[in-house]
């Protein structure tokens, strides 16, 4: 191996030590005491694998007033994100598939109106939204937090739809016309077959968006209707007693633990949804 | 549509324009619609509640007055400027360096991208116990050896705002890694290859011909770390909270507060149409060369 070989992989491997350098402070933070982190440094090792700073952030550390631990935001994140994904995924690719497929007039001048969605910063949109959820009677609860997740993805997941099935051919659906199948049938049988890469793609962008979401939660939940990142913002900075960093970090990991799972499981999908909007389609 | 021409038009052909109907009419109202609501909420004189009445330019008046706000616009622009240039140069020459047939490749891929899965209220977590100014580095270094060594700047107040570049590099220079590295995998082969028969080095064809050739990756990436710096937000309340005092502000966290606990709507909406101006200034002549470049390839 060539000396500039050996200096390349060093400065990779140095790199990576870095990037690696915060989730481990937080995973050793998180197995140690109160003490051993007074009297250690970050990068001490805890002495016994100690669990009680994440049983105290699942069930027993407080948010604010209420002293109940992560788990019910956790739960609420769930129900947020789990109808929020679906429902912006079906709509997009249904949109996607229209605008590819079934253009009408108007159709790109509608594609065009959407995108521009997808760069408007969102606080341009909340003073208002908060006034319609308060009109719908949805202020503040985990429903209302739904609806705000699927009309601000939808710009996203009918691009990514639009911009894959652009380069599905039309013949494919021309033909299958001719043969008298129908709009429905069309997609079903066609379309949604060869939707698979996208519909993973679009899942997992959308997951964390939502998961991660904070502007929307901190704005429009209040109370026992808060996502995840909201709550952990609200443990971190509840200043009654002794900084518990331990539970801190503990809280933090369990807030990342799913995005992180499923960067894991599908780390190609993701960087294909970041790189969707970037990289021209 | 109008009338006449509706009952001529079958079930089958209205049918793809129902489907995508909601989205348009949902688009209309809580992107176009709304947008509207809130600059007339800037022109109005709205305090704790939203009234739309006409003020004319008051609230510009007293954001322009308003030292707060040009110390969260200052901040934007250094958090911006460096957060965009450490970003965009780490992750060039970390897929340069990746790119040169590496073992493990993969792996060490996944470790520089992950922090982009995080939410930026986990990053600010992590890194605002990284960067205490007793516990965190300081402690590290002073215990190595280096007794006199300080590193205090999430509390200084001159500082602050380098510790949101520093988590935020580390979130999002991944990113532009991968963004990178699918460029240099899409340069040809034959170029470099004519390039070496002819006796040029690597580092020249780096700079010469694969670096030029990554114009189109840079600008895409440019835009979105943009996007992701002006509306920055989680990032500095979970780091900083806006501290020390008010140092670290940016304009998405003076919207906030002056929105949501100071009931100051109007000023906050004023605040929402200048980051509104900020991105529509860098995307629309993005939007621009990118349809001038569509419309050349036909």
Redesign the interface.
């Known amino acids: 191996m060539s000396i500039n070989?050996v200096l390349?992989?060093c400065?990779?491997g140095c790199?990576?030590l870095l990037?690696?350098?915060?989730?481990v402070?937080?995973v050793i933070?998180s197995l140690k005491d109160l003490d051993e982190?007074?009297s250690g440094?970050?990068?001490s090792m805890p002495q016994a694998l100690n669990f009680d700073a994440w049983d105290k952030a699942w069930g027993s550390a407080c948010t604010g007033v209420s002293c109940e631990g992560l788990k019910g935001y956790f739960w609420n994140s769930v129900l947020i994100v789990v109808p929020a994904v679906v429902i912006s995924t079906v709509?997009g690719a249904?949109?996607g598939?229209?605008?590819t497929k079934?253009k009408?007039r108007g159709?790109n001048l509608?594609f065009g109106?959407?995108l521009?969605?997808t760069?408007?910063?969102?606080?341009?949109?909340?003073?208002?939204?908060a006034?319609?959820l308060g009109f719908l009677g949805l202020a503040g609860t985990t429903s209302g937090l739904i609806m705000v997740h699927i009309?601000?993805g939808?710009?996203f997941t009918?691009l990514f739809f639009r911009n894959y099935y652009i380069s599905i051919p039309s013949e494919l659906v021309n033909a299958a016309r001719i043969d008298g199948a129908?709009?429905w049938l069309i997609f079903v049988r066609i379309i949604l077959p060869l939707s698979v890469p996208i519909l993973v793609v679009s899942v997992i962008w959308q997951f964390?968006q939502i998961?991660?979401?904070?502007?929307f939660g901190?704005?429009y939940s209040s109370g026992d209707a808060q996502p995840i990142?909201v709550a952990?913002?609200n443990l971190?900075?509840t200043s009654t007693g002794v900084k518990e960093?331990n539970v801190?970090?503990a809280?933090?990991?369990i807030?990342?633990l799913p995005?992180?799972f499923?960067?894991?499981v599908a780390?190609k999908y993701?960087?294909k949804g970041?790189?969707a909007?970037?990289?021209?389609g | 549509m109008n009338k006449s021409s509706a009952p001529r038009q079958s079930l089958?052909e209205l049918?793809?324009?129902l489907?995508?109907a909601?989205?348009?009419v949902?688009?209309v109202i809580?992107?176009?619609?709304?947008?509207l609501?809130?600059a007339w909420?800037s022109f109005s004189s709205s305090r704790m509640l939203?009234k739309y009445d006409w003020a004319g330019l008051i609230q510009y008046e007293k954001l322009f007055a308003n030292d707060r706000w040009w110390i969260a616009a200052e901040n934007l622009f250094i958090f911006g400027f460096l957060f965009i240039v450490i970003c965009l140069l780490l992750g060039l020459f970390?897929a340069i360096?990746?790119d040169?047939k590496?073992r493990a490749e993969g792996a060490?891929r996944?470790?520089?991208?992950?922090?982009?899965?995080?939410?930026?209220?986990?990053?600010g977590?992590?890194?605002?116990?990284?960067l205490?100014p007793e516990?965190?580095?300081q402690?590290?270094v002073r215990?190595m050896g280096f007794e006199s060594f300080t590193f205090d700047w999430l509390v200084n107040t001159d500082m602050a705002i380098y510790t949101v570049v520093i988590a935020g590099v580390?979130q999002s220079s991944?990113?532009v890694m991968?963004?990178c590295l699918?460029?240099l995998r899409g340069v040809d082969d034959n170029i470099i290859k004519a390039a070496r028969v002819d006796g040029a080095s690597m580092p020249l064809i780096y700079r010469k011909i694969i670096i030029p050739g990554l114009r189109?990756?840079f600008f895409?990436?440019f835009?979105?770390l943009t996007?992701i710096a002006?509306?920055s937000?989680?990032l500095i309340?979970?780091l900083t909270?806006g501290g020390p005092g008010f140092a670290t502000d940016v304009?998405?966290t003076f919207?906030?507060t002056f929105?949501?606990t100071r009931g100051q709507?109007g000023l906050?909406?004023a605040?929402?149409?200048m980051?509104?101006m900020a991105?529509i200034a860098i995307?629309v002549p993005y939007l621009y060369s990118e349809l001038r470049e569509k419309n050349n390839e036909h």
């Open positions: 070989r390349v992989y400065l990779l790199a990576a990037y690696l350098m915060p989730l402070v937080m933070t982190i007074r440094t970050l990068l709509i249904l949109n598939y229209v605008l079934w009408f159709s509608f109106m959407l521009i969605g760069m408007i910063p969102f606080q341009v949109i909340l003073l208002p939204m006034r319609m009309i601000y939808l710009a009918t129908g709009f964390t998961w991660n979401d904070f502007l901190v704005v990142t952990l913002n971190v900075n960093y801190d970090m809280a933090a990991i807030a990342a995005t992180l499923v960067y894991v780390g993701f960087v970041l790189t909007g970037a990289v021209k | 089958g049918l793809p324009k489907v995508v909601p989205t348009f949902v688009a809580f992107i176009y619609g709304f947008m609501m809130n909420l939203p970390m360096f990746l040169q590496i060490i996944t470790i520089y991208l992950y922090p982009m899965a995080l939410s930026f209220i986990v990053t977590t992590a890194w605002k116990w990284i205490n516990l965190g580095i402690r590290l215990e580390w991944g990113f991968a963004l699918a460029g189109p990756v895409s990436a835009i979105i996007h002006i509306k937000f989680d309340i979970a909270g304009p998405a919207m906030y929105s949501f709507i906050g909406s605040a929402s149409m980051m509104l991105v995307i």
